[in-house]
């Protein structure tokens, strides 16, 4: 074990024997996953055995445990196909695929037996979920050791898992053992698998798949036993063994994540590349078509871990896998699993986002099926900065993209609030502009509220604070408070809990003597602070901050304003605010709310005074 693993996990020690005898409100279980298994390429079914250490760090007295099933979801009349069949905007890459599976393409587990502590188990599979009735309750600060003797079939790729993908990939193995599902302060979440977000339980994996020699494996963790396999993992020197009956038993630890990811093919080529004071990089891919853009890729990754780190947090691991296969990009602890046959911006992007899951979903584990938005909107907002960086955007808005989505759901009337858990929007449009946009959104908007610098410290030290442990929306919303002084409660319960909106107005401008009087009026259902803008004729830019009275404070600083007034608190029940500017109306050249453009406006069009005929362009996707 390394020394930064080390040092990892026992700081990941001390932190559950806290939680677990200093704050019970905030206790984490844990899970030491043992899993061999035997992948048979010419039937794509598996024989496997997984040894589970399963620690009850709650208060809870257990009696029962649940397994996540996911290769079941590929059947016939499987709460996917039948989510697929009703939703109105099924996803593209699945609708319709899976009625059409044969008895050989189907995804299927079979649990053959399963004991705790050597005495057998009562359990039952109901659909994508194993429910086990456990031989002898589990009392708080217990352990037991499950095993389990199960056989799988690779279903062909329809969703992030499976064989032979569109791009000829073999195996994608994602989602592909029987996991235990997650118990928290709120109990069990078994939730059944239709295609959506994910939560785990942390804990370390110490994998050995065998499979056929000629095909090479990349995946989570650390490769144990290069020399045995060769395929370009081997140090410089070291001489590959021969395989035993043909096959290569590829051996791999990962330690303190919450899932384990690999994929296998007999055509990939494996380059690596280390970023400075940071993991080293392994690209796994097919060459041929795209090859050229692969190698381009190299470097930008690096240059992504390089901005991600000083941005957002140190990355604690000491590798990081890019995987060709899958269905589009998909992250899993230490690697990603992405396509490749992309065009270069494309394949960057996808490639950014899914490694700034390693901060938004890895080591920040919330539950993404309760809480997308902090995991994908978080990753969404970081991706959007380093995509502006490496590709030299310098955008007033580098997030444009996520305003302009929300604007398209809005004008649509298919507004849900992000709270919703993951499974349950109406519509695939809701669930995402929700969870990836109105997330970044939040983030974006938020440094309007409480200063650019504020934002980027919480995010450091939501980091520091909560990696390695499951957060919740008020830990953050916690931070920031406790960053800015500022009270937050009505911004999350505004933006995240309901589907009010924000419009703003200048409504009038009039001339007092040798002051100009302006009233600003809120047309839209959601209070906001208000940044104001004031240009005169010489071209001097005035700039004013007006804060909620029930922001108990205001932001001290912010880079994009520069300079800036705080002016009188705007009560949220006042529909109107008034306010004198000692200057005369003929000196006036502009006023304008929100020229930072970090306010999700619905209608930006009466931000101005002067209204101008002129078409703003981040208006392109609002109705008048």
């Not at 073999?170 to 239709?194: F, R, V």
């Not at 800015?484 to 419009?503: A, Q, R």
């Not at 002051?515 to 071209?539: F, R």
């Not at 932001?555 to 949220?572: I, M, S, Y």
């Given at each position: 074990?390394?020394?930064?693993?080390?040092?990892?996990?026992?700081?990941?020690?001390?932190?559950?024997?806290?939680?677990?005898?200093?704050?019970?409100?905030?206790?984490?279980?844990?899970?030491?996953?043992?899993?061999?298994?035997?992948?048979?390429?010419?039937?794509?079914?598996?024989?496997?055995?997984?040894?589970?250490?399963?620690?009850?760090?709650?208060?809870?007295?257990?009696?029962?445990?649940?397994?996540?099933?996911?290769?079941?979801?590929?059947?016939?009349?499987?709460?996917?196909?039948?989510?697929?069949?009703?939703?109105?905007?099924?996803?593209?890459?699945?609708?319709?695929?899976?009625?059409?599976?044969?008895?050989?393409?189907?995804?299927?587990?079979?649990?053959?037996?399963?004991?705790?502590?050597?005495?057998?188990?009562?359990?039952?599979?109901?659909?994508?979920?194993?429910?086990?009735?456990?031989?002898?309750?589990?009392?708080?600060?217990?352990?037991?050791?499950?095993?389990?003797?199960?056989?799988?079939?690779?279903?062909?790729?329809?969703?992030?898992?499976?064989?032979?993908?569109?791009?000829?990939?073999?195996?994608?193995?994602?989602?592909?053992?029987?996991?235990?599902?997650?118990?928290?302060?709120?109990?069990?979440?078994?939730?059944?698998?239709?295609?959506?977000?994910?939560?785990?339980v942390w804990g370390n994996f110490d994998v050995k798949i065998r499979l056929d020699a000629n095909y090479m494996v990349g995946g989570s963790g650390y490769l144990q036993n290069p020399q045995e396999v060769g395929h370009g993992y081997e140090l410089p020197g070291q001489k590959t063994m021969k395989p035993v009956d043909g096959k290569y038993t590829w051996h791999f630890i990962a330690e303190n994540v919450h899932d384990f990811a690999w994929a296998a093919d007999p055509d990939y080529v494996h380059d690596r590349m280390q970023v400075p004071d940071g993991p080293e990089l392994h690209f796994i891919y097919q060459p041929g078509k795209g090859e050229e853009n692969w190698k381009k890729l190299q470097g930008e990754t690096v240059k992504c871990f390089q901005i991600a780190m000083a941005r957002f947090g140190p990355y604690p691991f000491e590798q990081f896998t890019v995987i060709q296969g899958g269905d589009g990009g998909m992250e899993y602890p230490m690697a990603t699993i992405i396509t490749g046959n992309r065009n270069f911006h494309s394949l960057v992007g996808v490639m950014v986002h899914e490694v700034l899951h390693s901060w938004y979903y890895l080591l920040l584990g919330t539950n993404e099926s309760r809480y997308a938005w902090m995991d994908e909107g978080f990753t969404i907002y970081a991706d959007d900065i380093i995509m502006d960086s490496l590709f030299q955007g310098r955008s007033l808005n580098p997030h444009s993209r996520a305003y302009s989505s929300y604007d398209i759901l809005v004008n649509a009337n298919r507004n849900e609030p992000a709270s919703l858990p993951a499974d349950f929007f109406q519509t695939s449009f809701a669930y995402s502009v929700s969870s990836?946009?109105?997330?970044?959104?939040?983030?974006?908007?938020?440094?309007?509220?409480?200063?650019?610098?504020?934002?980027?410290?919480?995010?450091?030290?939501?980091?520091?604070?909560?990696?390695?442990?499951?957060?919740?929306?008020?830990?953050?919303?916690?931070?920031?408070?406790?960053?800015?002084?500022?009270?937050?409660?009505?911004?999350?319960?505004?933006?995240?809990?309901?589907?009010?909106?924000?419009?703003?107005?200048?409504?009038?401008?009039?001339?007092?003597?040798?002051?100009?009087?302006?009233?600003?009026?809120?047309?839209?259902?959601?209070?906001?602070?208000?940044?104001?803008?004031?240009?005169?004729?010489?071209?001097?830019?005035?700039?004013?901050?007006?804060?909620?009275?029930?922001?108990?404070?205001?932001?001290?600083?912010?880079?994009?304003?520069?300079?800036?007034?705080?002016?009188?608190?705007?009560?949220?029940?006042?529909?109107?605010?008034?306010?004198?500017?000692?200057?005369?109306?003929?000196?006036?050249?502009?006023?304008?709310?929100d020229a930072s453009l970090r306010t999700a406006d619905i209608n930006r069009k009466n931000n101005v005074y002067p209204q101008s005929p002129e078409k703003n362009p981040f208006d392109k996707n609002r109705k008048n």
């Open positions: 074990m390394s020394k930064k693993l080390l040092l990892l996990s026992l700081t990941f020690s001390l932190l559950s024997f806290s939680c677990l005898w200093g704050q019970q409100s905030r206790w984490q279980q844990w899970v030491s996953y043992q899993m061999e298994i035997e992948l048979d390429v010419a039937t794509h079914q598996m024989q496997a055995v997984q040894n589970l250490r399963y620690a009850n760090h709650s208060p809870d007295t257990l009696t029962r445990v649940f397994y996540h099933l996911y290769y079941n979801a590929f059947q016939p009349g499987s709460m996917m196909d039948l989510r697929l069949q009703n939703i109105p905007d099924p996803d593209g890459r699945a609708k319709g695929k899976i009625p059409k599976l044969t008895a050989g393409e189907m995804g299927w587990h079979k649990i053959h037996a399963l004991l705790q502590d050597g005495d057998s188990t009562r359990y039952e599979v109901a659909g994508t979920i194993l429910e086990v009735e456990l031989a002898k309750p589990l009392l708080p600060g217990d352990t037991c050791l499950l095993e389990m003797k199960y056989s799988s079939q690779v279903p062909v790729t329809i969703r992030r898992t499976g064989r032979d993908n569109a791009e000829g990939i073999a195996y994608t193995m994602s989602q592909w053992y029987p996991k235990m599902c997650e118990y928290d302060l709120e109990g069990w979440h078994a939730n059944p698998y239709i295609g959506g977000e994910f939560y785990g990836y946009y109105k997330g970044c959104i939040l983030l974006h908007q938020m440094s309007s509220i409480v200063g650019q610098e504020c934002l980027d410290r919480s995010l450091i030290r939501y980091y520091k604070e909560w990696a390695y442990r499951h957060p919740e929306p008020r830990d953050f919303k916690r931070i920031v408070e406790k960053e800015s002084g500022l009270e937050l409660d009505w911004y999350f319960d505004h933006w995240i809990n309901s589907t009010n909106v924000i419009d703003y107005a200048v409504e009038s401008v009039t001339k007092k003597g040798k002051k100009t009087e302006v009233q600003l009026k809120n047309y839209g259902t959601m209070p906001m602070p208000i940044d104001l803008t004031v240009i005169l004729d010489e071209g001097e830019k005035r700039q004013y901050h007006i804060p909620l009275r029930m922001m108990r404070g205001a932001k001290k600083a912010d880079k994009w304003l520069g300079q800036f007034e705080v002016l009188e608190d705007w009560p949220w029940t006042h529909p109107v605010y008034v306010l004198e500017l000692d200057v005369p109306l003929r000196k006036i050249k502009k006023i304008e709310i």
